[in-house]
């Protein structure tokens, strides 16, 4: 019995145990790019672009209500649009009900890269988007992308062309760098005003995806930099006292490569704790790792390896509970025909459960990157096989799992 034939006999006979349930979102026609988010309610958002016959784009989210997905609305469709399989649109809900939006779009009579973000907001009262911000839009050959928001929607990192003049940093000469990208840093203020959008790091790897959050004492982001010899290691960056520390390696992994390799990191943030998640391939050794920190991000203990020992990567993080974390992964079938999508719990303290294979993936791009998001006592997962998928998962399956020091 080959791989895909034997994870889908296992899914058979965990949607008669009960134990994970489709739950397909409404959307149409070719789908992809889904995006998973909380809001400051608790309840769970999915955004999704899809493209219709036309070719026309669209941005649309549905809210999980606990037995169902809410009808599909529209954010932004045009035809103009860049749509990627890693850099794509996302959604933030605010404690108060509003929402920011974003997504990507061509500058007109621009080359195949030349692209920049746009951002919307959604008052809590009122289901009327309107255009905010935008970075970029008249690029032609270059592009601002990779936009994260915090949770909530206070601010968001992104990558950006570099200004007119900048010089590198790290040490780093101008022949290493190819398509140089800045880290950026942009807050919100009262109705989605831009009150501060500010350079924090001057030379990173171009083109994988970016993390934030906030801790007792304030912003936290987290990204794959560009140091002097090709090296493509975790950076952390933090808001403290009216500015931003310099760029600090989370680990040297020392992964060297000529080029992006498209996967970044992802982090949760709380009171004093920090958790990153991301791939490295240093070594010509994949591997996906978590790293922990107790003081807000200052200093970060050994990582915990995380994949069974074949991961193609793209991972995600988010809060278990208040005492633990769930990391969510592709790892390569040993067919090498589908990619597994696995989850494991990790304690705060660094301990480990067992890796839980919940789904399939096809392998290469098409696949996207997988998202997960806690709700009650379930996991909602989405992902992308021939559309947007989701999946409901019970919290207890991590519950009831064994736990111990993982090996490194």
């Keep these: ?143 601002a992308g990779f936009l994260t928001f915090a949770p909530g929607g206070g601010g968001a990192v992104y990558l950006s062309p570099p200004a007119e003049g900048g010089a590198a940093v790290h040490g780093a000469s101008h022949d290493e760098h190819g398509h140089r990208k800045t880290v950026r840093f942009i807050e919100f203020g009262a109705g989605g005003a831009v009150a501060s959008d500010i350079e924090i790091d001057r030379d990173a790897c171009s083109c994988c995806q970016t993390a934030v959050g906030r801790t007792r004492s304030g912003w936290i982001a987290a990204y794959r930099d560009h140091r002097a010899g090709e090296i493509r290691d975790i950076s952390v960056v933090r808001f403290r006292e009216g500015k931003w520390t310099e760029p600090q390696t989370l680990h040297a992994d020392g992964w060297k490569i000529n080029g992006c390799p498209t996967d970044g990191p992802s982090l949760v943030a709380s009171g004093e704790r920090v958790a990153v998640a991301w791939l490295t391939r240093a070594g010509d050794v994949p591997k996906v790792q978590l790293a922990l920190s107790t003081d807000e991000g200052k200093v970060f203990g050994r990582p915990v390896r995380l994949d069974s020992g074949n991961p193609l990567g793209r991972p995600t993080i988010t809060a278990f509970d208040a005492k633990s974390y769930l990391v969510t992964w592709l790892e390569k079938a040993a067919s090498n025909d589908v990619a597994w999508i696995r989850m494991r719990r990790v304690s705060v303290d660094g301990v480990a459960g067992e890796a839980v294979t919940v789904g399939q993936a096809p392998l290469g791009r098409a696949s996207g990157f997988p998202k997960a998001v806690v709700a009650g006592e379930q996991i909602v997962l989405a992902w992308r096989d021939g559309g947007v998928r989701a999946m409901l998962i019970p919290k207890s399956e991590f519950m009831k799992a064994r736990t111990g020091k993982d090996n490194e």
Excluded at 60 to 68: E, I, K, L, V
Excluded at 96 to 113: C, I
Excluded at 128 to 141: A, D, F, I, N, Q
Aim: charged share 25%; glycine share 12%; hydrophobic share 40%.
């Design 1 to 143: 019995m080959n791989a895909r034939v034997l994870l889908l006999a296992m899914a058979g006979l965990a949607a008669e145990c009960g134990e994970h349930r489709r739950i397909d979102p409404p959307a149409q026609g070719e789908s992809g790019m889904p995006f998973l988010t909380a809001g400051g309610d608790g309840r769970v958002y999915l955004a999704w672009t899809e493209t219709s016959p036309e070719k026309e784009h669209a941005l649309r989210f549905s809210r999980w209500t606990g037995s169902g997905w809410t009808a599909a609305e529209t954010i932004a469709r045009g035809r103009q649009w860049f749509v990627n399989w890693a850099d794509f649109g996302s959604l933030a809900v605010g404690r108060d009900g509003s929402m920011l939006a974003h997504w990507l779009t061509r500058a007109e009579a621009g080359g195949s890269y030349g692209y920049g973000i746009r951002v919307a907001r959604r008052e809590a009262d009122r289901p009327v988007w309107r255009e905010t911000h935008g970075m970029s839009l008249e690029e032609k050959v270059d592009y």
